[in-house]
């Protein structure tokens, strides 16, 4: 048993060797193969190597010949430029040389042109001749000669604006309403100053070339004498001509008219006035009453006969009632109906008397509350800005004119008062010692 083991034992390490053998047989046949493929995949990449290391040598020898000829044309036009360039100056002085006074002439002209392109876009005058600063804009950006069209455009507008400003003219055009609306109009110009529509004074717009409604007209006498002026067919008229452009004109808008000024007193201001209209109304009346009854007296002292209209015919009918009377108790029946009669004929004197003293006092409570209006817009935003002042010096001036103004007619008109009914009572008394004196002749 021990003999059938070993054989097989041996057996199995004889095949186990003899498989070991045929196996590393094939390994080494393999690798000579794969090294016979790895040395041909090798020459070819060495032959293509060597095939592109000539291909760029060719390259770079073709690159550097291009080098070589781009820096010779570059040499080349370095020098052309050079030459070009010192050519340029040659001419470049000769031109100065041969223009010399031409070129401070067109320097003068350009400077004209643009000085007077300015005007003209400022110019009233480019309402009726539209786009002539743009001519001139031209002009004035070139760098370039002017040519003599050019120069004949800027003296034609030269001339034309020096003519025009001597002219009054008519032309139709568009205008904006001051709402914006635009509407056409006949349009008066009056040389470079003015320009009126509809009895309206107009102002230009330069930023866009149109004529436009004031938005409030100066007033006054100038609106009247703009209307007559555009209803003027021929002869002469009188007109306000602003000199300025325009400035004088949009300052004189700005100035408040009468009631604006009334305004600007506030509430005190419309006391004083409601207070100064009372007196005067009622002092008017009381004026009127006063005539009339001074008629009535006059009446009765040229009549015979006796009417109880007017106190002096009240006063020859309580004689007559008491025509049985001695002298003495008839002097005192005379007494007591001219005292009846003097409240009736000085009735109102001491109301408009109060109202005469009571305006002023208004007119300065209404200035020291402007006064503290001004004082509390100083404190609280300085004095940097007077327009925040404004207001209420406005309303301290204009409270004292309106103060005055209600008192000053109040006074005259109480002293006319008080002489009228003065002169009442005098005539009542004249005839009162008439008709007592004539009593006691008889």
Known sequence: MRVITLLLTGLLLSGNAIADRLSLDQLLKEIQK????EG?????????????HAKQQELLQSAKNELAAQERLSKQ????MEANEQALDRLQVELDNRSGILRELTGVAKQAAGDLKADLESSIVSAQFPE?????????????LPTLEELESLWFYL?????????????????????????????VRIGTFNAIADGQYLRYLSETGKLAELARQPGGAYNSLAEKF???????????????????????I???????????GGGIGYIILLLGGFGLIYGLYRLLMLTQTHKRVSEQIASTEVSEANPLGRIITAVEQNQTQNTETLELILDEAITREVPVLEKGLSMIKLLAAVAPLLGLLGTVTGMIATFQSISLFGTGDPKLMASGI?????????????????????????????????????????????????
Request: net charge positive; proline share 3%.
């Open 34 to 37: 794969s090294q016979g493929i």
């Open 40 to 52: 041909k995949i090798n020459r070819e990449r060495e032959a293509r190597f060597i095939a592109d």
């Open 77 to 80: 036009l370095k020098d052309q």
């Open 132 to 144: 002539r600063a743009g001519k001139l804009a031209a002009m004035t950006q070139s760098k370039a």
């Open 159 to 187: 001339l034309q604006e020096m003519t025009e400003s001597g002219k009054v003219v008519k032309f139709d055009s568009d205008i904006l309403t001051a709402s914006g609306e635009p509407r056409q109009a006949e349009v």
């Open 230 to 252: 555009a209803a003027a067919s021929s002869g002469t008229a009188d007109l306000g001509v602003d000199p300025t452009r325009g400035v004088i004109l949009s300052m004189l």
């Open 254 to 264: 700005q100035a408040p008219d009468s009631i604006e000024r009334i305004q600007q």
């Open 394 to 442: 406005s309303q301290a001036l204009v409270t004292t004119m309106l103060g005055l103004c209600a008192a000053v007619p109040l006074l005259f008109l109480h002293s006319l008062l008080a002489y009228r009914s003065r002169a009442l009572i005098q005539v009542l008394d004249e005839q009162s010692a008439g008709i007592i004196s004539r009593r006691a002749g008889k």
